[in-house]
């Protein structure tokens, strides 16, 4: 019996990786990726057992190792402003690589054909985001951010950080975004944020 190991399930994430990104999800194939990869496709499926699964699995990959340590800032600092400022600028910065703005466009592509966009969020992203939520409402137990719908919170933040110039990134209609941009919408994110959701002086 073949024993897995991680040290070929993370060769095979790599190899994964390289094929979709070159040809896309439609024209990926199990078969390509156990070729790079070294080794038969009945090894390969015995670790993923499907390309969908596979494709997931690169995503989730990448956000464990870059992602979820940006939901550790709202711990590290009291300073609701200065937390979300932080996190909002490392987001940011990871979103907007090439590689992730690639994935993410296949991911849109293919979730109104399949259950790829589900999986992947229910998956990864959804994990961070109920992390930040279960803060947003301890901070609002507190007394640090007003009284709100914590979910409502994660997702107008969201929607802040991708505004603007990161949307039309995704989208294709603007170019690779500087340092100096991303820091700018940091600031508009944060202020706008903050403004919604400080404990106003009584």
């Known amino acids: 019996m073949r024993v897995k190991s991680e040290e070929k399930r993370l ?26 990869v070294g080794g038969s496709k009945q090894t390969l499926y015995s670790y993923f057992a499907s390309k969908e699964d596979l494709f997931v699995a690169v995503m989730i990959e990448k956000g464990a190792a870059q992602v979820q340590p940006l939901f550790d800032i709202l711990h590290e600092n009291d300073n609701l402003a200065e937390a979300i400022h932080d996190f909002v600028l490392a987001f940011l910065r990871f979103i907007t690589t090439d590689e992730v703005v ?59 950080c991708e505004a603007g110039p990161v949307q039309r990134l995704l989208e294709g209609s603007g170019g690779p975004i500087d340092e100096a941009t991303l820091l ?16 106003q002086a009584r």
Do not use: C
Request: glycine share 6%; aromatic share 12%; charged share 30%.
């Open 11 to 36: 060769a095979i994430l790599e190899a994964a990786k390289s094929v979709f990104l070159e040809r896309g999800y439609d024209s990926a194939s199990m078969a390509e990726v156990s070729a790079r």
């Open 102 to 160: 690639a994935f993410r466009r296949i991911v849109y592509a293919e979730g109104a054909k399949s259950d790829l966009g589900k999986l992947f969020y229910e998956n990864g992203p959804k994990r961070g985001w109920t992390r930040m939520a279960e803060d947003f409402e301890q901070a609002m137990d507190a007394g640090r951010m007003r009284r709100a719908d914590p979910w409502t919170a994660v997702y107008q933040l969201h929607a802040l």
């Open 184 to 199: 700018a919408v940091a600031d508009a994110a944060t202020d706008t944020f903050i403004r919604a959701y400080e404990v």
